[in-house]
């Protein structure tokens, strides 16, 4: 069996239910059990989460987001209004950390919802066979060329 042989799925709508904390699968089951604490699967369709290797992309995306809004709103106001200082200096750290709060959760849903979607990592039902090729010893590469002729 080939990975391109199972049913297709579907990256905005897997991406949409975990952006909205639900469970790729299905829609229904809660995504986390707590604030970024993904649960080890889904209560209403037994989806497994145990493959999703969101590391560090949430934050990234996140902070990408947030940046782009805080920086514009900034510099907006900055050319069409005369604030005084201490506003500036209590409004853009507030409205990061804000921003970043609201948005984490959801950006880390949809970036597993997107890994469901496209079965990457451990929802790849041939995960262990694809991922064989990818544990490699140090000079397995100057062996490899030197089995295949080339100097
Ligand atoms: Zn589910």
Same mark, same amino acid.
């Given at each position: 069996m080939d990975t391109q042989e199972l049913e297709k799925r579907s990256i905005?709508? *897997? @991406?949409? /239910?975990g952006f909205k904390c639900r469970c790729p699968n299905c829609g229904d089951g809660h995504l986390f059990g707590r604030f970024l604490k #993904? @649960?080890?699967?889904? =209560?209403?369709?037994g989806q497994s989460f145990e493959?999703? /290797? *969101? &590391? &560090?992309?949430?934050?990234?995306i996140t902070i990408t987001i947030v940046a782009h809004i805080v920086v514009g709103l900034n510099l =907006?106001?900055?050319r069409a209004s005369d604030w005084p200082l201490w506003w500036h200096m209590t409004l853009w750290p507030a409205l990061t950390i804000v921003l970043t709060l609201l948005l984490i959760q959801p950006v880390k849903g949809a970036t597993i919802g997107y890994?469901?979607? @496209? /079965?990457?990592?451990?929802? &790849?039902?041939?995960? &262990? #066979?694809h991922d064989a090729g990818l544990h490699t010893r140090?000079?397995?590469g100057v062996r490899a060329l030197n089995n295949a002729g080339v100097k």
């Open positions: 905005g709508q *897997a @991406m949409w /239910r #993904v @649960m080890p699967a889904c =209560s209403e369709c493959g999703q /290797r *969101a &590391d &560090d992309l949430p934050p990234y =907006s106001i900055e890994q469901w979607a @496209m /079965r990457m990592h451990g929802f &790849d039902p041939l995960g &262990d #066979v140090p000079g397995d």
